[in-house]
């Protein structure tokens, strides 16, 4: 378990700042994701890195019964099968990134990155162990 509050502080802190991000810099995010999907280097290695990150979660943390811990289990694997895509359909993935990079698509993520991300944070206790 102590793995589940390790996991979920972490991708509480990196949704909430990813959610805040895209509701206060959408402009620059759409910017970035236009350029990070124009550089097949840079695909590529964030594909390793999420192929990489997603089996160390899978490997270490495969959950599926007991409540909250599941949704660590399921961004877990989300990464690894993202990762995986983007290995071996990159072009698809592409495309289908483009057509996705709305405004309206891009707000919506964030404030969805910003909701999983509190949650997460409320149920690590993380904000207990701030006070």
Do not use: R
Not at 1 to 10: D, G, N, P, R
Not at 20 to 29: A, E
Not at 97 to 105: D, G, P
């Amino acid at each position: 378990m102590e793995t589940s509050f390790l996991l979920a502080k972490i991708f509480g802190v990196l949704f909430v700042l990813v959610g805040l991000g895209l509701l206060f810099n959408l402009k620059y995010y759409l910017k970035a994701m236009e350029a990070f999907l124009a550089d097949t280097g840079l695909l590529y290695f964030a594909a390793f890195i999420m192929v990489s990150v997603g089996m160390l979660i899978v490997l270490h943390h495969n959950i599926w019964i007991g409540g909250w811990p599941v949704l660590v289990t399921i961004l877990g694997w989300a990464t690894l099968v993202k990762g995986a895509l983007f290995l071996l359909f990159p072009q698809w993935i592409v495309g289908m990134k483009k057509n996705m990079c709305t405004q309206s698509m891009c707000t919506f993520s964030g404030v969805l990155s910003l909701i999983v991300g509190l949650y997460l944070m409320y149920v690590s206790g993380m904000f207990l162990s701030v006070m």
